[in-house]
């Protein structure tokens, strides 16, 4: 451990990671995680240490890092943190997005809090159990992938599909988690145990072509797709209470009455009415299967009626909703418009979810106890998607976790996300690298 207990270590690779620039745009040419993955492999190396890459696409970089356990039947953990980012717009920001500057302990850049953060205090807390000769039962995998802010073609799904030996664990945390949420007096933790799914869905609807310059009962495409719109809008989905919901609910130690009030379908939405629209909308999707109308095409001259017009709709599922489930809740919005549209398009990327009652979940809430003196964790359903999903699928149990400190409250971590000016401080980096290690002890052995 050095002088500053490691805080100057994990602030300088967070640097590192941030100057790459790894700006994934959503195109195969973009990413070029293999920066970061020099990056990182400089700073793990060391004797007896025995780092895989894997390049599945040109400089789509991943990265993987074992510390083998002594004993097969012990559990396998693994810490993955992606190690590309989302384009930044410079105009908004204070700072150069990608200088990486250190202001009065305070690290700014793209990628600071999404995710490098946690993929850098992974590393470093990987780096100081190697250094201390750490000799565990149970494997422990760093694995840093390349392509999240995507769709994981090049990276974790990659990974999961082709190199499933390289990878295969009983446990796995990733972002994102750990962030204070702005409920009563003692700091309360999520721990992400579950992700939506996505069912992005294109409907079109048929009209017949004419002259614009005569639309006496005419037959317009256009229009009867804006009362699809309009409907789809105005649809309220069935509010669903499952027992993530109620675990969550239950472990704000919120007054009785208030409890009772977020437990029930009207009294959600009375509560939803009365909250910061911020926190209603995350409450929100965290009990509904959501319908964005989100993009809306249709015609092609203005003296021409349209026959045809489409509107993509992004879906997304709670756990345990699929396909015929989602036609089911469009049908009930469209009404006697059902018959009119047709399906173009559909996604198929179904919720996951990990039970909470697991040695991963004790193992967390113990260290976290340790390291934040009368915080609670709670488990929470993330609205978004992360690639945890690839290998909850595989039946790992996998959470999304970090821990913030009180300068990053969930408020503003989730402003940040994406978002201008993102930043991190000192202090959550030190809570991070002993969290990860300090799991990793509790776990492994
Ligand atoms: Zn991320």
Request: net charge negative; aromatic share 6%.
């Amino acid at each position: 451990m050095t002088a500053d207990d490691g805080m100057g270590e994990v602030t300088d690779l967070l640097q590192q990671l941030i100057r790459n620039k790894c700006v994934n745009d959503g195109t195969v040419g973009s990413g070029h995680e293999v920066r970061s993955v020099e990056t990182l492999s400089a700073y793990l190396a060391g004797p007896g240490v025995e780092i895989q890459r894997y390049e599945p696409a040109p400089g789509r970089g991943n990265l993987v890092m074992r510390i083998e356990g002594s004993d097969t039947s012990a559990p396998t953990l693994c810490y993955m943190g992606h190690i590309d980012v989302v384009p930044v717009d410079p105009a908004g920001w204070q700072r150069d997005p990608f200088a990486g500057d250190l202001v009065d302990g305070v690290v700014w850049g793209r990628g600071a809090i999404d995710m490098l953060c946690l993929t850098a205090s992974m590393a470093v807390a990987t780096k100081r159990l190697l250094g201390n000769g750490w000799r565990p039962r149970g494997t422990l995998i760093y694995l840093a992938v390349a392509d999240e802010e995507a769709l994981g073609t090049y990276g974790a799904q990659w990974l999961v599909d082709n190199e499933w030996d390289a990878v295969r664990c009983d446990m796995l945390i990733t972002e994102f988690g750990g962030a204070r949420l702005p409920i009563g007096s003692t700091p309360k933790l999520p721990i992400m145990v579950a992700e939506k799914g996505s069912h992005w869905t294109r409907l079109r609807v048929r009209g017949t072509p004419g002259h614009g310059s005569a639309p006496y009962k005419s037959d317009n495409a256009v229009v009867k797709l804006a009362e699809v719109v309009r409907r789809i809008a105005a649809y309220k989905p069935p509010t669903v209470m499952d027992d993530l919901w109620t675990g969550f609910i239950d472990g704000l130690d919120l007054p009785l009455a208030e409890r009772t009030l977020l437990k029930t379908g009207p009294g959600l939405e009375v509560a939803l009415g009365r909250m910061p629209v911020g926190i209603a909308r995350l409450l929100h999707a965290a009990t509904h299967t959501t319908f964005s109308p989100n993009v809306a095409q249709g015609g092609v001259k203005t003296n021409i009626i349209p026959d045809n017009a489409d509107v993509a709709i992004d879906i997304r599922t709670l756990p345990g909703v699929n396909g015929e489930a989602v036609h089911a809740m469009l049908r009930d919005a469209l009404g006697d418009l059902w018959s009119a549209v047709e399906v173009a398009e559909e996604g198929d990327n179904p919720a996951s979810a990990s039970p909470t009652d697991t040695d991963l979940w004790r193992a967390l809430e113990r260290v976290t106890d340790r390291l934040v003196p009368g915080a609670a964790t709670v488990p929470m359903l993330l609205v978004g998607a992360t690639d945890a999903r690839f290998f909850r699928r595989k039946g790992v149990t996998a959470y999304g976790y970090g821990l913030f400190s009180d300068q990053i409250p969930f408020n503003e971590f989730g402003r940040m996300l994406h978002g201008n000016d993102e930043r991190i401080d000192q202090a959550s980096l030190r809570l991070m690298v002993d969290l990860w290690e300090g799991a990793a002890r509790e776990l492994l052995g």
